[in-house]
């Protein structure tokens, strides 16, 4: 085997779309056992699965990819080609995938979590640049992005907010595309506009990713998002079809649930509950777009009554910068997603999202701190899963993908087995 037995077993139930408790009756194993073949190899609990059973698990896989194979058109060429945005290797909007491509882009993300768990490193970049631009405020895109570019061998060259960039003396999109395209081998970029990514992107041929394009979208964010639902969804043997998702709070100006929800529309039979406070309602052409893929969207203002019986709650903050006419200031109480209102509505194996940053000023009532401890947030999973999937695009992007692999070698230095301090309440949650 050459990747991790976990990432092995992963993968296989992913393909089958099978729930651990099915996999398991599927391969004749106990739930218990699946389980220790799932952790993370250095986890105590950890243990290596039989030779047999494993070349067993590779010919279920081999048998239904084949009889995939058949049954539709035969996917064919790289990856980067099928997802192309108007013939160019870059990821603009989260329109570019299909089901297949997206789960194919997330067995790249879990071949690069050694890298970015820091117990291996890889050089397959080595010697290309990137070139962050980011005319928004951003901590996190702007960093993991960087990360991830590094964590492959590469090197950033950042510049952030209009301030201080040449844009500040007029220049235009077309011009300061151009001229960087020149420096550097990928851009990311972030700009408070909704469509100017895709106009820089016009004026290179080197990868563009949009980083946030103002209230338009956030493409690897859904992408980080969606990965970060299957990997819970995995560990609590659920599967996403079929599943309620409630989207909450500024639905009307957030791009994340702008990406997300059309993203998660490439799954089966989902029931949406949107809970937006009135005035921010998501815009009505997504509403169209994800009823007409089949699913079922409700949309209330009492979160109480949206959060009813959901598996996944994916809060997010009142974007005041993008407000043309809006009189709000912040959340109300009774619109705060705490430990209260979750353990009155929702089941102990409900997952707590937010894109963050949250807003933590007085009044804001934005997710509330009192879920730190509590291992239905996902807050921080999901934050640390940005670093493999940004991995990935950047790897698919500039196809080397399939170099990966052999490229790892272990880690010179001894990181700290919980990076946060309040990690080890998720212990061994893989
Ligand atoms: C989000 C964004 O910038 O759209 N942040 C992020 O990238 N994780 C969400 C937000 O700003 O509220």
């Given at each position: 085997m050459t990747v991790s037995q976990q990432v092995f077993l992963r993968d296989a139930m992913r393909r089958l779309n099978l729930t651990r408790d099915v996999f398991a009756v599927r391969i004749g194993v106990k739930r218990r056992a699946l389980d220790t073949w799932l952790?993370?190899?250095?986890?105590?609990e950890f243990r290596t699965m039989p030779e047999v059973v494993s070349r067993f698990v590779t010919e279920i896989v081999e048998n239904e990819g084949l009889l995939q194979k058949y049954a539709q058109s035969a996917q064919s060429g790289p990856l980067r080609d099928r997802i192309a945005f108007e013939g160019k290797h870059?990821?603009?909007?989260?329109?570019?995938?299909t089901r297949e491509s997206v789960e194919e882009l997330f067995r790249i993300a879990d071949q690069m979590q050694p890298i970015a768990r820091r117990q291996k490193v890889s050089r397959?970049?080595?010697g290309a640049v990137l070139g962050n631009l980011f005319f928004e405020a951003s901590t996190r895109t702007r960093v993991s992005f960087g990360a991830a570019f590094c964590r492959l061998g590469g090197s950033v060259c950042d510049t952030t907010g209009?301030?201080?960039?040449s844009m500040a003396k007029g220049e235009s999109i077309y011009d300061t595309s151009r001229v960087m395209s020149g420096y550097v081998d990928a851009m990311v970029i972030r700009h408070p506009e909704k469509g100017s990514v895709a106009e820089f992107a016009r004026a290179t041929n080197i990868p563009v990713v949009n980083g946030g394009d103002g209230p338009g979208e956030h493409p690897s964010q859904a992408l980080l998002d969606l990965y970060t639902i299957l990997t819970e969804f995995s560990r609590l043997g659920?599967?996403?079809?079929?599943a309620h998702i409630a989207l909450v709070g500024d639905?009307?100006?957030?791009r994340t649930v702008h990406s997300l929800i059309k993203l998660l529309a490439?799954?089966?039979g989902l029931k949406f509950t949107l809970i937006s406070?009135?005035?921010?309602?998501?815009p009505e052409y997504l509403l169209e777009q994800t009823g007409k893929h089949g699913h079922t969207v409700n949309q209330t203002n009492s979160l109480e009554e949206g959060l009813a019986g959901a598996d996944v709650i994916y809060a997010t903050r009142?974007?005041?910068?993008?407000?043309?006419a809006e009189e709000l200031e912040g959340y109300t109480p009774d619109f705060q997603v705490n430990k209260a209102i979750i353990d009155k509505c929702?089941?102990?194996d409900v997952i707590v999202m937010h894109p963050?940053?949250?807003?933590?000023?007085?009044?804001?009532?934005?997710?509330?701190?009192?879920?730190?401890?509590?291992?239905?947030?996902?807050i921080f999973r999901q934050t640390d899963n940005g670093i493999p999937v940004r991995m990935a695009i950047f790897a698919v992007l500039l196809g080397v993908e399939g170099l990966v692999q052999h490229s790892l070698r272990d880690v010179t230095w001894s990181p700290p087995s919980?990076?946060?301090?309040?990690?080890s309440v998720f212990q061994d949650m893989d």
């Open positions: 952790l993370p190899e250095g986890s105590q870059q990821l603009l909007s989260v329109d570019q995938f397959v970049l080595e209009f301030t201080f960039s659920k599967l996403l079809d079929g639905l009307k100006y957030g490439l799954y089966r406070p009135r005035g921010l309602e998501m009142v974007q005041k910068e993008r407000f043309a929702c089941g102990p963050l940053p949250r807003d933590s000023r007085e009044g804001a009532n934005d997710l509330s701190v009192d879920l730190n401890h509590d291992t239905r947030l996902a919980h990076v946060g301090p309040d990690d």
